[in-house]
């Protein structure tokens, strides 16, 4: 059976050799909720995939205590890597919103990984590229949508058809700062999709009952 981390994107054109010598570097770590995995400006010291829970991604603004949400990272995506390829420091703040595992792939090793078998850089490159493309289409898809426009679309994906349930890994204020809403509008939002009969929230969890 594959190790979990291979389903990320990045590791989408990997050979099994390849991903066998990528789990000999790989390290695994727990983190409670609240628990910070990263500060931002911290010195990078490689990348992570998350294979359960959910991480917050901030950073701080010019606002005094402001620290917008960047980014919801789920199962299982990578992130840090833009960090780790252009040798910068972390850009932002990465905290556990529920118990979560992440496989960190130390810097060194996995840049010692690439010099040494271009064709597995190779294959990286191809990955990462397909990922952007993926994220481009759908940073224009939603462009210029509206808030709630943006909710259902994101609840369309989570909920795909009628009767299907999604626990939310995160909480309801973090979910409205990841669509770029405020929590009232996200409740009100909510509040009239229920009205309306399409959906039924029963804390975190949602389920979908009509056509969004």
Known sequence: MQPAWTQAPLFASLTP??????????????????????????ACTGFFVLVAGAIQLTRASDQPGAHPTLAVILPVQSFAEAAMFGGEA????????????????????????LRDDP?????????????????????????????????????????????????????????????GMTPETLSRSLRSLQEEGLLAV?????HRLGEL
């Open 202 to 206: 029963e804390g975190r969890t949602l």
């Open 119 to 179: 064709d597995f850089a190779l294959a990286v490159i191809h990955a990462q590229a397909v990922w952007l493309r993926r994220l481009a289409t759908r940073v224009q898809q939603l462009a210029g949508v509206g808030s709630g426009d943006r909710l259902r679309n994101w609840l369309r994906q989570q909920l795909p058809k009628p009767g299907a349930r999604y626990a939310l890994p995160m909480p309801k204020k973090t979910l409205a700062a990841q669509l």
């Open 17 to 42: 050799s390849q991903q066998a010598q990528l789990e000999r570097l790989a390290v695994t770590r727990k983190l409670e909720p609240g628990e910070t995995l990263f500060f931002e400006e911290d």
């Open 90 to 113: 972390f850009p932002a703040t990465a905290t556990a919103v529920q118990p979560s595992q992440v496989i960190h792939f130390p810097k060194a090793a996995f840049l010692g990984a």
